[in-house]
């Protein structure tokens, strides 16, 4: 597969709930979808199937390993279940019952995760840092990490149609639109939003968001950027995203995760599957918990903010230019 070029929306107004909007229209169509929530409809847009689908909306209450059990047997009397919880307690709580329920049979179920990465204002009871290194060790599982309103729709539509296992990262409330409305998605496919000769920035999920304010501020001091956004983690494209890193002596990997396991292992494994001698700077959460506070400060605390990851990317620039 090669990497498909994806338009950008203007700017624009955000989006009011996507995901509920996206999980109605797809039971319309789908007669088999039953969503289940764990204590968590309020929060994760759910509420909207719950009012449309009554009888096709499960309330397991606070019980997360309950929910991946029970969807799994769903999953296995010939229905399509979307297990809805955040992402700490679909995974970290609830990861043997996923790999269990989920991953040993049959065609699995959507789980869809919502405040991955540092976007709960709490510690590390909710931050959910790790979940994609998690489920990229399950055999079978579909790893998905949407950029914003668009694709998280889009995706949605995908891993309820898709034969298999599907972890994904949710949006919630307000989200901010990037694409534009020409952005076709597909599992698996990797996109260059950002065409530029001088830096290669690679991004996933919020991380892609994040790239894209930093490649403003680089270009403002003469560097252009390009940027690949790689949303489905597994499977990813390694042909692809090896083929992009060939055109850069290194390149940046941006991610709402550690840097363990993340998009950066993902985009490391191409490398070397290939023999590239690109150079990879990793910029994601760091291997400790992060603090506690409102996205915007945790950014800061973590040199994930826009500033602190431009000037990460230019100081790689430079030392690049002095030794090459």
Same mark, same amino acid.
């Given at each position: 597969?090669?990497?498909?070029?994806?338009? #950008?929306?203007p700017?624009?107004?955000r989006?009011?709930?996507?995901f509920?909007? !996206?999980?109605?229209?797809?039971?319309?169509r789908?007669p088999?979808?039953?969503?289940?929530?764990?204590?968590?409809?309020?929060?994760?847009?759910?509420?909207?199937?719950?009012?449309a689908?009554?009888?096709r909306?499960?309330?397991?209450g606070?019980?997360e390993q309950? #929910?991946?059990?029970?969807?799994?047997?769903?999953a296995?009397t010939?229905f399509?279940p979307?297990?809805?919880?955040?992402c700490v307690?679909?995974?970290?709580?609830a990861?043997?019952?996923?790999?269990?329920?989920?991953t040993?049979g049959?065609?699995?179920a %959507?789980?869809?995760a919502?405040?991955?990465?540092i976007t709960?204002?709490?510690?590390a009871?909710?931050?959910?840092?790790e979940?994609?290194?998690?489920?990229?060790t399950l055999?079978?599982?579909?790893v $998905?990490?949407?950029?914003?309103?668009?694709? #998280?729709? !889009?995706?949605l539509?995908?891993?309820?149609?898709h034969?298999?296992?599907?972890y #994904?990262?949710g949006?919630?409330?307000?989200v901010r639109r990037?694409?534009?409305?020409?952005h076709?998605?597909?599992?698996?496919a990797?996109?260059?939003?950002?065409?530029?000769?001088?830096?290669g920035l $690679?991004?996933?999920g919020?991380?892609?968001?994040?790239?894209l304010?930093?490649?403003?501020?680089?270009?403002?001091?003469?560097?252009? !950027?390009s940027l690949?956004?790689?949303?489905?983690l597994k499977?990813?494209?390694?042909?692809?995203?090896? !083929?992009?890193?060939?055109?850069?002596?290194q390149v940046?990997? $941006?991610?709402?995760h550690?840097? %363990?396991?993340?998009?950066?292992s993902?985009? @490391?494994?191409?490398?070397?599957?290939?023999?590239?001698?690109?150079?990879?700077?990793?910029?994601?959460v760091?291997?400790?918990?992060?603090?506690?506070?409102?996205l915007d400060?945790?950014r800061?605390?973590l040199?994930?903010?826009?500033?602190?990851?431009?000037? @990460?990317?230019?100081?790689?620039?430079?030392?690049?230019?002095r030794?090459?």
């Open positions: 597969m090669t990497v498909s070029a994806a338009p #950008l929306a700017p624009g107004p989006v009011d709930a996507p509920a909007s !996206a999980l109605v229209s797809a039971g319309h789908r088999d979808l039953v969503v289940l929530s764990a204590d968590l409809s309020k929060y994760t847009d759910v509420a909207d199937f719950a009012a689908f009554p009888e909306f499960i309330q397991v606070m019980a309950n #929910l991946m059990g029970i969807a799994g047997g769903l296995k010939g399509r979307v297990a809805v919880t955040y307690f679909a995974t970290r709580r990861f043997e019952q996923v790999a269990m329920a989920l040993t049959g065609p699995g %959507v789980v869809a919502f405040l991955p990465g709960t204002p709490f510690r009871t909710h931050q959910g840092t979940d994609l290194a998690l489920m990229r055999p079978g599982m579909t $998905i990490d949407p950029v914003d309103a668009t694709e #998280l729709a !889009a995706a539509d995908a891993a309820v149609d034969t298999g296992p599907v #994904l990262r949006l919630r409330g307000s990037v694409l534009g409305p020409g076709r998605f597909r599992i698996g990797a996109y260059e939003l950002l065409s530029g000769g001088d830096v $690679i991004g996933t919020l991380g892609t968001q994040w790239a304010d930093a490649a403003q501020l680089v270009a403002a001091r003469g560097v252009r !950027a690949l956004h790689v949303p489905t499977p990813a494209d390694e042909q692809a995203i090896a !083929a992009y890193c060939a055109r850069f002596p940046t990997t $941006i991610e709402n550690t840097t %363990v396991g993340g998009l950066g993902v985009v @490391a494994d191409a490398v070397t599957a290939t023999g590239l001698p690109t150079r990879i700077h990793r910029l994601g760091p291997d400790r918990w992060a603090p506690a506070g409102s400060h945790v800061r605390q040199g994930l903010d826009a500033e602190s990851l431009a000037a @990460a990317v230019l100081t790689h620039h430079r030392q690049e230019a030794t090459s």
